[in-house]
């Protein structure tokens, strides 16, 4: 197993990627760490699917927005398993909405949710990984950051942050045996996705991804489970500062 011994926060990973994440890591040995800001049943149930395969995993609810919240959440991560070596700086928010009916208050909370965040994390578990003298901090970013996206400006701004901050980073804590990269997934196909569109929008994105994409069909969660891997495990040691685009070959750069 590549991450026996290790133990994963993630954030956001009550569903979705980030679920299915967290999961992916527990059967390769890791002990992970379920956030959550709203929905602490779902988190639970994660945490309870991990456990019934044999896993070790616990939710701690936060809002990572919030430094005190972040804090807070990484102390409790450290007494329960004694340090952090993976975070995955998952959790986000993807609002609709015509650019200019944008209020600052909502630029605001998504800069916040989707990048300030990374930030928060990122310092909470620092001194940690540097004191073991290893660490490995994954960014989720989004395919939008090559596409560009009506009617996602906050969105896909906030996600072409996190690819500046994953480089910038990368170079702040490398001497520290701690490797900082980012992922962008495609138009993977969410339970959120099911909530917030109707199912024609669906089946048309479906249309044109699969025209779009190498592969005729949607990306769903699985799809991207490997390259979070790969990138949490010894594997990427030596592989620091970089996006990686999952996205089915809709993108190629």
Partial sequence: MKLQGRTALITGSSRSIGAAVAKRYAREGARVVINYRSHPELADQVVEEIRAEGGEAFACGADVSVEAEVEAMVKETAA?????????????????????????????????????????????????????????????????????????????????????????????????????????????????????????TIRESGEFLAKAQCFPRREVAADVEGAFLFLASSDSDFISGQTLNVDGGWMMH
């Avoid at 928010?93 to 965040?117: C, H, L």
């Avoid at 990374?118 to 960014?139: L, R, S, T």
């Avoid at 942050?161 to 910038?168: E, K, L, P, S």
Wanted: glycine share 10%; with cysteine.
């Fill in 80 to 200: 329960r398993y004694g340090t952090v070596d993976i975070l995955v700086n998952n959790a986000a928010m993807d609002p609709r909405k015509t650019w200019y009916e944008i209020t600052g208050e909502e630029w605001d909370r998504i800069m916040g949710v989707n990048v300030r965040s990374q930030f928060f994390c990122a310092k909470a578990v620092f001194p940690y990984m540097k004191k073991q003298g290893y660490g490995k901090i994954i960014n989720v970013s989004s395919v939008t950051f090559f596409t560009g996206q009506k009617q996602f400006l906050h969105y896909v701004t906030s996600k072409g942050a996190i690819v500046g901050f994953t480089r910038a980073l990368a170079r702040e804590v490398g001497e520290h045996n701690i490797t900082v990269n980012c992922i962008t997934p495609g138009a993977v196909l969410t339970e959120t996705e099911y909530e917030k569109v109707s199912g024609e």
